[in-house]
């Protein structure tokens, strides 16, 4: 893959409960493609296990992260969705990142954040079957498809939508 990201920065929030793939897929291919990729979880330098036990170790505090140092955030799913939904940081971040026209990339459940943050309204999404209602009662807009990119949203429905959730994330950050 040409390394069309350099000079790109990606934020990924981590927690227990992440689903594996969906944030290590996004991560790995950031990376070979150029990106700079930090992952931040709720405490710097602990190591998060995955729904199914992968580790992850955090690169930094959530609290800590600027909207600004980069060029759009992920949203993996899992279980972990539903716990960092409910800090300030995390929604602060994503509607910054959203309200800036920067790159707000949700899968499975982790469009549960894009929604606590409020920025889904008329946005055209996917998402996990399970959270359905719930982005349709934030106002976005459904379609049960692998990959849907609105403007600088894109969101898929599960890890086996992984390549076209990247080919979506990947066309939108290197403007093509």
């Known amino acids: 893959m040409p390394r069309t990201l350099t000079g790109k920065s ?9 689903e594996d793939l969906e944030l290590w897929y996004p991560k790995l291919r950031l990376i070979e493609a150029g ?10 330098n602990k ?3 995955g729904k199914n036990g992968y580790p992850c170790v955090s690169d ?21 969705p539903d716990k960092l939904r ?20 949700a899968i499975c459940h982790g469009g549960w954040m894009a929604i606590s943050a409020g920025v889904y309204q008329g946005v055209r999404v ?10 349709i009662n934030a106002g976005a807009l459904w379609s049960d498809t692998s990959v849907v990119v609105d ?3 894109v969101s898929s429905r599960k890890p086996d939508d992984l390549p076209d959730f990247m080919d979506g994330i990947l066309t939108f950050l290197s403007g093509r």
Do not use: C, Q
């Open 10 to 18: 990606i934020l990924i929030f981590v927690g227990d409960d992440y």
């Open 60 to 80: 930094a505090n959530i609290d800590a992260m600027k909207s600004a140092d980069f060029d759009g955030v992920i949203l993996a799913g899992g279980w972990m």
């Open 86 to 105: 409910r800090s300030d940081s995390v929604k602060r971040l994503t509607k910054e990142f959203a309200d800036k026209g920067k790159l707000v990339a």
């Open 151 to 153: 403007r600088h949203f």
């Open 35 to 44: 990106a700079r990729v930090v992952v931040a979880g709720p405490e710097a």
């Open 126 to 135: 996917t998402g996990s079957p399970g959270i359905k209602d719930d982005l």
């Open 47 to 49: 190591k998060y296990l």
